[in-house]
């Protein structure tokens, strides 16, 4: 029988941690978008509608490289403060390649590493006992 590969992704716009599902260690991968280096000067030089599409293709370009990293796990859970989430799942689902993923979203609010950790180990476990090492 194949093992399930599940994989936590905490994500807003300029940032994503992607945390694989272990209990026993921590590991975690940061992407960063580049929408931090649109700013206002930015818009000052250029149109509004240029500099939107700017922003969007960026976007784009960040949600790909998640993509390309969850493409390789069975079970998803896309979570954070932002609209971001809802973004990324529908891009997910407008390929149907990834129609044999489970994905589930859900609202958080910034958090630690060790606490992203425990959000995921949480979710994808069933036995209700599990402690984990990092809070402590």
Do not use: C
């Not at 000067?41 to 990293?69: M, R, V």
């Not at 689902?93 to 910034?110: F, N, P, V």
């Amino acid at each position: 029988m194949k093992s399930t590969r599940k994989v936590g992704i905490w994500l807003d716009h300029t940032t994503a941690r992607v945390i694989e599902y272990n209990i026993e260690e921590l590991k975690a991968t940061t992407i960063k978008s580049d929408l931090q280096g649109l700013d206002n000067q930015d818009g000052l030089q250029h149109s509004e509608n240029l500099l939107h599409n700017k922003e969007n293709q960026k976007l784009k370009a960040f949600y790909k490289a998640i993509i390309a990293i969850v493409e390789n796990y069975d079970e998803i859970l896309l979570f954070g403060p932002t609209t971001a989430k809802n973004e990324l799942f529908n891009l997910i689902r407008e390929e149907h390649k990834y129609d044999h993923l489970k994905i589930e979203t859900m609202s958080a609010e910034k958090m630690t590493p060790p606490k992203e950790h425990d959000f995921v180990v949480n979710h994808f476990k069933t036995v209700l006992n599990y402690e984990s090492p990092f809070t402590k």
